[in-house]
């Protein structure tokens, strides 16, 4: 079955021949502007961004939409596909001047000489279309005129034919203004409902015009900001095709920026020379011309806030490869049923646990022995201070209590473990980087992170917060949604950087004052949304009655991964407390 836009064109031509997606028929406006009769084309590839759109081979009138189509045959609008009642145009109402300089354009387009029409034959341009849309000479320059909606010319541009650079306005200078700085404006309405090229500079133009394609141009890349977007509302695609330039491609992307959705972008091959245009690569090309800008149009791609299909697959390739490699693989914890249980140190790892029970002393181990295996770490620590960390990383490696630390002597046993200690702490800490600043923000984190990476040439980073309810935020009143604001940073900064976080978090009491003795997701303090931004919920309770001091070799504390969304909520393992060597060990 047909579809719409070709039974409209098949009731109004009903001569005409369909040949693959081709429409064919004597054209109906030649006879009409006293041109020898020539064939209308036209497109009619429902899935061509061109769908609908026609022209004369004669150019007796510029091509165009169905829209355009009617209006020059003066049909009724209702019976036009795509025609809205309600639009309004007023946007293009412009109080034009009683005086132009039509006259003066005629005699340029006379003064036009052979060697300027073979120029633009190099370009596969012909006479037919520099005659249509008026192209002259003024002995020195090529002169383009720039004709309005009112089908007159104010002001026209002239260029030097061998210095594109030498240029100036002729004219009316009020209509050399930025905001009528397009040439061939007319295309705009002609292309209601359809799609438009929009280059830079006149002699471009013809070359795609050549080609039968709609299109309009602005002097320089710079011309585009300050055309109205509002001018094109009624178009359904832009195609932007600029020159090859680091200038024309961000003047490109911030002209789709200020249209959206409708815009794409034709991007240049990588072998093209920079500097290239349309108007050098048509001379280059050839023949060959048509074929290649077709391609760069079917493959132009959406202005999109999303990115593209191949590069979302790509990226997904790349980081299922990076997860089966060596540095993904090496996110481990070190304790051997912590890692089993969450499948290696990735995404936010939520713990909370009640006061004392050595939250701090548990991810301390973990964060300097990852570190030791080389995986880069930053430790931002509102707790305990960096010489307290330190210290109790030299006790640990050591296997010596804080007092026996300050007091071993150089050539005792505890003074050689001392040392040994202190070398190992030393090689640690390119890797392991405390942060104090209480001043911390999510972009300060993301520099740290990206420093880091960069320093120690890693793909993964691990970042401990010790604790999430001592993270800056402006004022204590605004701590709840301070603490859910930090959240959704984390998340983002996980995404973004491929960085893995140890939070530690407060638990509630309950009403009684207790803390819960069954570990639940809504025994976590303060924020709602850790039960959504959690990769893993863990509750870290002790086994053990703080008031009993002969009870050190029975300190256990149990770790209870209480949601997550790839593993098995449980309990995951008991840890012993060595003391007094601030450190734990994973019992079965």
Request: glycine content about 8%; some cysteine; hydrophobic content about 35%.
């Amino acid at each position: 079955m047909t579809d719409p836009i070709t039974r409209f064109y098949q009731h109004q031509l009903p001569e005409s021949e369909l040949k693959n997606n081709i429409l064919t028929a004597r054209c109906p406006f030649c006879a009409e502007r006293g041109q020898e009769n020539a064939d209308l084309v036209v497109s009619l590839n429902p899935e061509s961004y061109f769908h609908g759109y026609f022209r004369c081979l004669n150019f007796c009138v510029p091509g165009g939409f169905p829209l355009h189509f009617a209006r020059l045959l003066r049909l009724d609008l209702h019976t036009v596909p795509g025609f809205d009642p309600d639009r309004d145009y007023a946007t293009d109402r412009i109080d034009y001047p009683l005086r132009n300089i039509n006259h003066e354009i005629l005699e340029f387009v006379d003064r036009m000489t052979d060697e300027l029409h073979h120029r633009f034959r190099a370009m596969g341009v012909g006479d037919r279309l520099l005659a249509r849309l008026r192209i002259g000479y003024n002995g020195r320059y090529l002169v383009y005129p720039y004709i309005q909606a009112d089908g007159n010319c104010y002001a026209a541009r002239c260029v030097h034919p061998d210095r594109p650079e030498d240029t100036f306005w002729h004219g009316n200078e009020s209509f050399s203004a930025p905001a009528f700085r397009i040439f061939n404006s007319g295309d705009i309405r002609c292309c209601e409902n359809g799609s438009l090229i929009i280059t830079e500079g006149e002699e471009s133009l013809l070359a795609i015009k050549q080609l039968g394609l709609p299109v309009i141009a602005v002097p320089a890349a710079t011309d585009l900001e300050h055309l109205d977007t509002e001018r094109f509302t009624w178009l359904r695609t832009i195609f932007l095709w600029l020159g090859n330039t680091a200038q024309s491609h961000g003047a490109a992307r911030a002209f789709a920026t200020r249209l959206g959705y409708k815009v794409r972008l034709i991007s240049w091959p990588t072998t093209a020379p920079k500097n290239s245009s349309p108007a050098q690569l048509a001379v280059s090309e050839g023949t060959n011309f048509r074929r290649t800008a077709f391609s760069l149009i079917r493959e132009a791609r959406s202005f999109s806030p999303f990115s593209s299909p191949e590069r979302e697959h790509l990226r997904f390739m790349e980081t299922l490869e990076q997860e089966a490699g060596q540095s993904y693989q090496t996110m481990r914890s070190g304790f051997t049923g912590l890692d089993r249980a969450l499948g290696g140190i990735h995404g936010i790892n939520i713990m909370g646990g009640t006061p004392k029970a050595g939250k701090s002393c548990f991810f301390i181990q973990i964060a300097t022995e990852m570190a030791r295996c080389r995986i880069p770490v930053i430790y931002y620590d509102f707790e305990n201070g960096r010489q307290k960390i330190y210290l109790r990383t030299v006790c640990r490696l050591a296997r010596l209590s804080v007092e026996e630390v300050r007091k071993a002597g150089p050539g005792s046993e505890g003074g050689k473990r001392l040392r040994a200690a202190q070398k190992g702490l030393q090689q640690i800490l390119p890797w392991f980087r405390v942060v104090t600043d209480r001043a911390l923000s999510p972009e300060i984190m993301r520099r740290h992170i990206d420093f880091l990476r960069h320093e120690t040439n890693s793909d993964y980073t691990l970042v401990v917060i010790d604790s999430l309810h001592k993270l800056p935020f402006k004022n204590f009143s605004e701590r709840r949604t301070g603490i859910d604001a930090w959240l959704r940073q984390l998340e983002a900064i996980r995404d973004e950087l491929d960085v893995s976080f140890l939070v530690i978090s407060e638990l509630s009491r309950g009403r009684d004052g207790q803390y819960d003795s069954q570990p639940q997701l809504g025994s976590f303090k303060g924020s709602g949304d850790i039960e959504y931004s959690a990769d893993n919920a863990l509750v870290f309770l002790p086994r053990w009655d703080p008031f009993e001091s002969d009870s050190h070799d029975r300190r256990t504390n149990e770790l209870w991964l209480v949601a997550s969304r790839e593993q098995s909520p449980g309990r995951i393992a008991t840890y012993r407390l060595e003391y007094p060597y601030w450190g734990f060990v994973e019992e079965e």
